[in-house]
């Protein structure tokens, strides 16, 4: 029984060691083998009666095996050509049973022989060797934290010696003492960051702050806004997105009923210094008339009011736009009058500051460089000689550098972090005396909206009080300027008289009765003196007020030039108030000393005085409906105050908005959003490429079984809107199509059938429009254009895809511009019929019922503005919720005639379209299937050589159709005239409603061919959707 189990008690033994062995020598090469017949081989293969014979002939070796136990055994030729098996056989036959004949066939005596080859080959030895060698130099030049402790053999290592050095041997001391010092030189380097107290301290995290807005600038309401929204990094700012709250509807509640706050800091300043001739001359080149008020209105020319404007590169209206601001003058002053300079302030989106910045220079002649702003140093170490100070008990030591020297430590950044502070970026012209000045981040900007923001601000803020002439003498050097503007009769007069109308403000019931831009200055204490304990809500004053015809006056004239006057024009004051403002900790600890706890903190004559400008903002205006909704006002006050005015304004009720919010306000006022609705402008045409870059990205991001297939929809750019290719191939189909009217019907079917012979195999419908009147007829004056309409070929197999693309595609020749003339908006607008938001009944307005379309103005419109835009909104009859890049169609008459017959039919539906792209698609991905799976793993499909598609270098997505794009306006059943800009649900009308542009020629085309109760309908359908949705186009003015 022994005998019979021994082979089983032995079996685990020998499979450990042989696992352990094949461990070792799974590097070895594999083209050597070693026979194991003989069951008594040793630990290296071979057994006692073995040896490995070099045979030149085939580059070889044999094992020659002598004669065991009186048998000849035979020779075993071994050579890696001819072997059949894998490397993991060979280990597994050459070592089976080779650890039982090393121990226990020691009876066996070896009476063979072994025969020493007498040539071996360099190469071929090498190969052999090759693995060993990279082995052993991987071994050799691997370092490691424990590099000394290796070196010394196993049985004299100890735990002990890897903290103290003295333990090892004296010959390893100098090594394992250098390795240690460049091991935790080497830690300190890489270390990210300390502990977390070590990095809460206030100085390091001042530090970690100020290096973090070197980049992007933050606001000073940044690390509040942090905490509770979305923060996204656009154009160099780090800005709130949306609240991390569901506060959709909450926020529109606070713009319809309550206050809505934010904060526009982060628009950018421009001031122009110079004669008013001058100024106007200049200025004069980027606007127009026609487009509206420019800067030499004369409501706004005084600076009783702030206007806004959309600019244009010099000389170039009604083309190549740069995009809107809005202007404010500074009242004139006994100083101005008698020399006539003049101080203007230009805010505008950062997108739109350098444009507008290169256009204002050339204008102004303004072309001097500006000194380069010096680069502001991480972290500035100032050295003093050594004082001896006498040591005080209670006060914290001073921070020092390692050289003992003092820190003197760094201070938060305040403005644009970007930049030298103490650095004025100005331009100078020698030739017009204009001066240009950049205050980007000098002056921020809050924006209150909603009928309770008067209250709330006028809670949150008190008028400063007037010194007198023995407090004015006690006041320090840090309000002298308040002491000063005091002693002025003229100055406490209008001081007196602007606190007057901010108590007469708090009788009006909602922003927009007051007149639109009105200004009002103002000089305030410090809000952080009248917060309250708890977040409150303020509420308007009910009681009637006393003086009702200033009232009445106020409402109707409303504020006069001389009340808008303030000292935060003057640069020196706004630097004295930043500089001089108390801290936070100095007014928490006066707090601290009160006697009753929680009382109110009077300064008196040392509480800080802030002069700031309040300018009414105007809600809707545009239109007949909800006309004042949005309304609110602006508060302008110097840098540095952000937080202490931010918080008060929270405490008083405002909810905070982030950028989604400012975009809703402006769609549910009707109003082009920046840069978003500017498609001619450069800043929205970049916005839309990043736009389209994103929105792909995410697309890719899904599985095809889990996006939409937008070929498949008839929509040819669900990411963008073609507004280029739009409005040229209205212009090229609109002459076209003139000059068909002189042949027959059969004729044209028949040229229509020998250019398309097979489109419907694309899924391509046929053009469905309506036939012209005669009164589309062209004049003969209209310059030609060198474009023609362009037909979809058909596609049959790979080798036409790159014709299917590129031929016929319209030049990108010329470009588009936005109908901005208030004379033809208002023309069209008449034609398009006004009516309510879901266009059932006609609104009164003024003038004939019936507006007739005349052929001769329709004429001089289209001869001079071919390739124009015009903004409209729509307005859904039924239910559907459009949105962004949402296709603007043209109606047939059996679409007319079906909601004739049912008002309540949703509307037509276009049939689903054949992807063209399908196979080739699959060809290719079968393709990268092939190769990948014979090229190695880490081998990417670009370096196999594979293309889009084999043979056409055309980039395709299952599901989106190639960049080059052509026919966008007959591509479906019915005729594209636009694209949806902004779309969503309108909790304002509770409807379905959509901002967008669409061809002035296929407007003005689709109009003439509709009947007079049926004009200005249109079908709109969003990219992702076979259905059509009747809406009614209305042109607000």
């Known amino acids: 029984m022994s005998d019979c189990g021994f082979p089983f008690r032995a079996m685990s033994g020998v499979n450990r060691k042989e696992k352990k062995y094949a461990k070792l020598m799974r590097n070895q090469p594999s083209n050597i083998t070693f026979s194991s017949s003989d069951q008594g081989a040793g630990r290296s293969g071979m057994g006692p009666s073995e040896s490995p014979i070099y045979n030149p002939r085939n580059s070889s070796f044999t094992s020659l095996q002598g004669t ?169 700012y780090c800005l709130g997105n949306k609240p991390t709250t569901k506060s959709y509807r909450a926020c529109y509640r606070a713009m319809t009923k309550q206050c809505l706050l934010q904060d526009l800091s982060y628009y950018c300043c421009l001031e122009l210094n110079g004669t008013e001739n001058n100024l106007l001359q200049a200025l004069a080149r980027l606007s127009s008339t026609d487009a509206g008020a420019t800067f030499a209105s004369v409501s706004c020319l005084s600076g009783k009011c702030q206007g806004s404007l959309v600019l244009y590169k010099a000389d170039q209206y009604p083309e190549k736009p740069l995009g809107p601001v809005t202007f404010l003058w500074r009242p004139k002053t006994q ?37 380069p702003e010096p680069a502001p140093n991480e972290c500035k170490t100032i050295t003093h000689e050594p004082e001896k100070q006498t040591k005080v008990v209670g006060l914290k ?140 809500t303020a509420v308007p004053d009910l009681s009637q007020p006393e003086d009702l015809e200033k009232l009445r006056d106020l409402r109707l004239n409303g504020i006069g030039a001389e009340y808008a006057q303030s000292q935060i024009w003057d640069r020196n004051v706004r630097n004295v108030v930043t500089e001089t403002k108390i801290p936070e900790q100095k007014l928490n600890q006066m707090r601290s000393k009160l006697l009753v706890p929680g009382t109110h903190l009077d300064l008196g004559s040392q509480e800080s ?57 402006s769609q549910y006022k009707g109003l082009p959003h920046f840069p978003d609705d500017f498609p ?61 009217l002189a042949v027959s019907g059969k004729e044209q079917e028949q040229r229509f059938e020998a250019r398309n012979p097979n489109k419907k195999h694309i899924g391509v419908r046929e053009n469905k429009a309506s036939e012209a009147t005669p009164n589309e007829k062209k004049p003969s004056e209209l310059e030609e254009v060198s474009e023609s309409v362009t037909t979809l070929e058909p596609n049959i197999g790979c080798e036409n895809v790159q014709n299917l693309i590129t031929q016929g595609t319209p030049a990108e020749s010329g470009h588009v511009s936005v109908l901005r003339s208030r004379k033809l908006l208002k023309q069209i607008s008449m034609w398009c019929q006004p009516s309510s938001s879901r266009g059932q009944q006609t609104q009164r307005y003024r003038g004939p019922a019936q507006v007739q379309m005349a052929s001769h103005a329709v004429k001089s419109i289209i001869c001079s503005h071919p390739r124009f835009l015009i903004w409209v909104r729509l307005s859904l009859l039924k239910k559907g919720n459009p949105v962004a890049n949402a296709t603007i169609c043209v109606p047939s008459k059996e679409d007319l005639h079906l909601l004739v017959s049912d008002p309540n039919c949703p509307g037509p539906q276009e049939s689903k379209h054949r992807d063209p792209f399908k196979q080739n698609c699959k060809a290719l991905k079968n393709k990268k299937k092939r190769a990948l799976s014979k090229a190695p793993e880490t081998t990417a499909a670009a370096d196999l050589g594979i293309t889009s598609v084999s ?87």
């Open 609 to 665: 005085k802030i002069p700031i400008l309040l300018v009414q903002q105007p809600g809707k205006m545009a239109g007949q409906e909800h006309t004042g909704w949005g309304s609110g006002w602006d508060i302008l006050i110097p840098k540095g105050w952000g937080m202490a005015f931010w918080i008060p304004l929270i405490y008083r009720g405002a909810r905070a908005g982030g950028l989604q919010e400012g975009t809703k306000h």
């Open 335 to 371: 100083s101005e009058s008698s020399s006539g300079n003049r101080q203007l302030w230009i805010w505008t989106h950062p997108a739109l500051k350098m444009e507008l910045l290169t256009e204002l220079r050339l204008v102004c002649q303004c072309l001097d460089v500006p000194v």
């Open 680 to 740: 001619d402008c450069p800043a929205g045409i970049q916005h839309s490429v990043e736009t389209e870059k994103e929105l792909i990205g995410k697309y890719n991001k899904y599985p095809p079984a889990k996006r939409p297939n937008y070929i498949h929809h008839g929509t040819m750019t669900p990411f963008r809107s073609p507004w280029q290719q739009l409005v040229e191939e209205w212009e090229a189909q609109n002459q076209v199509g003139d000059i068909k």
């Open 951 to 1037: 043979g056409c270098g055309v980039n395709l997505v299952q599901g989106l159709w190639p960049d080059q794009i052509q026919n966008v306006t007959s591509h479906c059943s019915r005729r594209t005239i636009g694209y949806v800009s902004q779309g969503d649900f309108s909790l304002i009308v509770g409807c379905g409603e959509a901002l967008g542009f669409v061809s002035l020629l296929g407007l003005l085309r689709m109009m003439s061919n509709q009947q007079q109760d049926q004009r200005g309908l249109a079908l709109v359908r969003n990219p992702a959707s076979l259905q059509y949705r009747f809406a009614k186009i209305n042109i607000e003015v």
């Open 68 to 236: 065991i136990g009186g048998h000849v055994q035979q020779q075993q030729q071994v050579a890696s050509s001819h072997q059949p098996s894998s490397y993991g056989d060979h280990q597994r036959s050459s070592h089976k049973g080779g650890f039982r004949g090393y121990r226990g066939n020691s009876r066996g005596s070896c009476r063979g022989y072994s025969q020493i080859p007498k040539i071996i080959t360099a190469t071929t030895f090498a190969q052999a060797r090759a693995a060993e060698i990279n082995a052993m130099l991987k071994a050799v030049t691997h370092k490691s934290g424990s590099q000394f402790l290796q070196s010394l053999p196993p049985t004299m290592r100890r735990r002990a010696m890897s903290h103290n050095i003295k333990r090892l041997p004296r010959r390893v001391r100098e090594i394992a003492k250098k390795e240690v010092e460049k091991i935790s030189q080497l830690k300190k380097e890489q270390s990210k960051s300390k502990s977390r107290k070590a990095r809460r301290r206030h100085g390091n995290l001042l530090m970690e702050f100020n290096r973090r807005q070197r980049k992007n600038i933050w606001l000073e309401t940044h690390i509040w806004h942090a905490k509770r929204f979305h923060m996204v990094k656009k154009w160099g």
């Open 397 to 536: 030591r001073k921070q020092q550098g390692k050289a003992g020297e003092v820190v003197i430590p760094e201070k938060k950044i305040v403005g644009n972090g970007t930049r030298d502070p103490l650095t004025i970026v100005l331009w100078t012209s020698l030739t017009t005396g204009i001066t240009i000045e950049d205050l980007t981040m000098e002056i921020l900007r809050f924006r209150l909206i909603g009928p309770l923001s008067h209250c709330v601000m006028f809670e949150a803020l008190q008028a400063a009080d007037v010194l007198k002439n023995s407090e004015g003498r006690e006041v320090t050097e840090m309000h002298c300027w308040w002491s000063e503007y005091c002693k002025r009769p003229e100055n406490m007069n209008r001081h007196n008289c602007q606190r007057d109308i901010l108590e007469l403000l708090l009788g009006v019931a909602s922003p927009a009765e007051i007149s639109a831009g009105t200004v009002l200055g103002l000089t305030v204490g410090d809000p952080r003196l009248n917060m309250p304990k708890n977040r409150t």
